[in-house]
């Protein structure tokens, strides 16, 4: 299938592409495209209007501090994933990525376009609800930072307003002995995960995101809770969804298989990490 008809515009400035979305409230951001165009072609969307931002300035940069990790709306996610300090202050964020699609998709594909897009089957959106990231975003009345808790909304949808732009995405540093994990199963490697699961462990402190078991990205708490029973515990908070590539009952037992064995592994990276850091 061929896309519906619309018009193309390709700034060279934000406030241009603010404007842009702004004159048309049917219009739509092109970044990297790669959630986008295939909904195009199949005629699932139906923008009035592209606004291409790939020529403006500065928002490819992957900016690494000691306090965290901030991505450009048009880093693409090969870059990140390639970035060494990017895995050394916030090793989830190369764990996940490392899961994306393919090569071919990472390259053209940009994170913050996935984390806008709200796909709860997605890897980057769970990575940033889990570490308590945020989105910084430009409109017509200046700046504003989403955090994370705020973002997702529904399936598909994010609090964003049509006439903003999501400019960055801050993912806060790791810190220091705390481990992180991440593993999902698909079907074939590059699929979509039929259950992904990421953790987090500092301390006594264990918190699990769970991707594609529910319409939104989902994080439980799981502090205090015995390893044998925190996959029926995390269940208990969370809605198993079906649809044609799993039942329910299979996503359920996945998080049941997955639950303890990722939370295991980010205890061993965190054990691992202490060590380092007492040697050095």
Do not use: C, W
């Amino acid at each position: 299938m061929k896309p519906a008809p619309f018009a193309y515009v390709r700034p060279s400035t934000l406030g241009d592409a603010v404007s842009a979305l702004a004159a048309d409230p049917g219009a739509k951001v092109l970044a990297g495209g790669q959630s986008l165009v295939p909904l195009l072609s199949m005629r699932l969307a139906g923008p009035s209007t592209l606004v291409d931002i790939n020529a403006l300035p500065d928002l490819d940069t992957v900016a690494v501090e000691e306090g965290g990790v901030r991505i450009g709306a048009l880093a693409r996610h090969a870059a990140v994933l390639a970035s060494a300090d990017v895995q050394r202050v916030q090793p989830l964020v190369t764990m996940a990525l490392a899961n994306v699609a393919h090569a071919t998709i990472r390259n053209r594909g940009t994170t913050v376009g996935s984390l806008v897009h709200a796909d709860a089957a997605a890897e980057m959106p769970v990575v940033l609800s889990l570490l308590g990231g945020s989105l910084d975003v430009e409109g017509p009345a200046g700046r504003r930072t989403v955090a994370v808790e705020d973002l997702y909304v529904g399936p598909l949808e994010s609090s964003l307003h049509h006439d903003e732009i999501a400019v960055s995405a801050y993912f806060p540093a790791l810190a220091p002995g705390a481990g992180v994990a991440f593993e999902e199963i698909a079907r074939r490697h590059g699929d979509y995960a039929l259950v992904g699961v990421a953790a987090l462990v500092q301390g006594d402190a264990v918190k699990v995101g769970y991707l594609s078991v529910s319409d939104v990205p989902a994080v439980v708490d799981l502090t205090g809770v015995a390893p044998e029973e925190m996959a029926e515990t995390a269940l208990a908070q969370l809605e198993p969804a079906a649809d044609i590539h799993a039942t329910a009952e299979y996503r359920a037992q996945l998080v049941r298989v997955l639950t303890p064995r990722v939370v295991a592994a980010a205890r061993s990276h965190a054990r691992s990490r202490g060590a380092q850091e007492e040697e050095a």
